[in-house]
Each structure stands twice: as structure tokens, then as C-alpha cells.
């Protein structure tokens, strides 16, 4: 009696530990499972996460390095500009001020522009001339000039006007400017492509 409670004392033993040795394992093993897709999701986002600061560093840097590019072409054309403006203004500023403020220097342009104007337009001519010359041009245009046009010609001084003047049929359908300001820029546009080239090179 005493072998036979022993024998099942001895196999319900052995039998609950193989149950619980494969139950331990089973959990074991789901546990391993576990631990395994939790490091694998873990070093997948790592890496994207790792991927995506990567990433936008160097699109970061990609844009400082554009930005910089950009504002040291700026910077250059800028400082160009500003070398040819001064080459070309040291040009064209005080020598064209000083001629077109010169009464009997305009007194000449204005004959030959005057004449050619009486001889293809057939109308009366009206100019536009600096009102700081108005002492020495009123006479030239009502005397010399009118005598020498076979129209009517007449002008008006203005404060608007620096130097140079304008002149155009009197009935104000056009005109042609001959001001200091449209003087500087006609020269200034031959000077600007030699000023570069010998500059710049360009």
C-alpha cells in the first residue's frame, strides 16, 4: 500500500513538473518572442529616427550652403554694380552736367535739332529748357532762333529741368528729350558694356 502511494505521489510529481517545466517554457519562449519584436520595433525606430535627423541635417545644410552661395552672388554683383556706377558716374556726371548747363553749347544742339525738326515736320516747335537759363536762352529763342525757322517756335522754363532740354511739335503729340538725365543714360548705356568687360570681363 505504502509503494503504491508512493508510486503516485511519485507520478503526480513528475507528471506537475513536466507540466509546469513546458508551461515555464512555453512562457519562457513567449516571453523571448516577445522581447524580440519589442527590441526589433525599437531598433527599427531608432534607426528612423536616426534616418530622419540625418536626413534633415543635411537638407539643412544643403540650404545654408545655397543661402550662402546666394548671398555671396548678391554680395559680388552688388560690389560690381557699385564699382561700375562709380566709374560710369565719374564718366558721365560732371562733364555732361557741365556742358548741358553751358548756354551756348545748347544754344548749338538746339539750332540743329530745331532746324531739322523745321525742315521735316512742317509745324510749330516747342521747347522745354532749365529755368536757371532762362537769362541767357529767352533771347536766343525769340531772336536768333525764330528768325532762322521758317515756324513758329516757343519756350517754356522749367525748374524740373536740370540741364538739356526738350523739344517736340507744339501741339504736344511727341517729344524728344535731350535733359541731362536721358544725356547721362544714353552715355552711360555705351560705357556699362566696356566698364564690364574691362573690369569683369564679362
Not at 50 to 58: G, I, P, T, Y
Not at 152 to 164: D, L, M, N
Request: charge should be negative.
Amino acid at each position: 500500500m505504502q509503494d503504491k502511494l508512493q508510486q503516485l505521489t511519485d507520478k503526480l510529481y513528475n507528471e506537475g513538473l513536466a507540466k509546469g517545466k513546458a508551461e515555464g517554457e512555453a512562457i519562457l519562449s513567449r516571453a523571448n518572442e516577445e522581447a524580440g519584436r519589442i527590441i526589433g520595433n525599437a531598433r527599427s525606430e531608432a534607426e528612423a529616427i536616426v534616418a530622419k535627423a540625418r536626413k534633415e541635417a543635411e537638407d539643412y545644410a544643403s540650404k545654408v550652403r545655397s543661402d550662402l552661395k546666394m548671398a555671396s552672388d548678391q554680395a559680388l554683383q552688388a560690389t560690381k554694380n557699385d564699382i561700375e556706377n562709380l566709374l560710369v558716374g565719374t564718366m558721365t556726371g560732371e562733364p555732361v552736367a557741365q556742358a548741358l548747363s553751358d548756354p551756348d553749347y545748347i544754344k548749338g544742339i538746339i539750332s540743329q535739332v530745331a532746324a531739322k525738326f523745321d525742315a521735316t515736320q512742317q509745324c510749330d516747335l516747342s521747347l522745354i529748357l532749365p529755368e536757371s537759363m532762362k537769362k541767357d536762352l529767352e533771347p536766343f529763342v525769340s531772336g536768333e532762333l525764330s528768325k532762322n525757322l521758317s515756324h513758329g517756335v516757343s519756350a517754356e522754363f522749367s525748374k524740373k529741368t536740370a540741364g538739356g532740354f526738350s523739344i517736340g511739335p507744339k501741339d504736344g503729340s511727341w517729344f524728344i528729350s535731350l535733359t541731362e538725365d536721358t544725356f547721362k543714360s544714353l552715355i552711360a548705356s555705351y560705357l556699362r558694356p566696356a566698364t564690364k568687360k574691362l573690369l569683369f570681363g564679362e
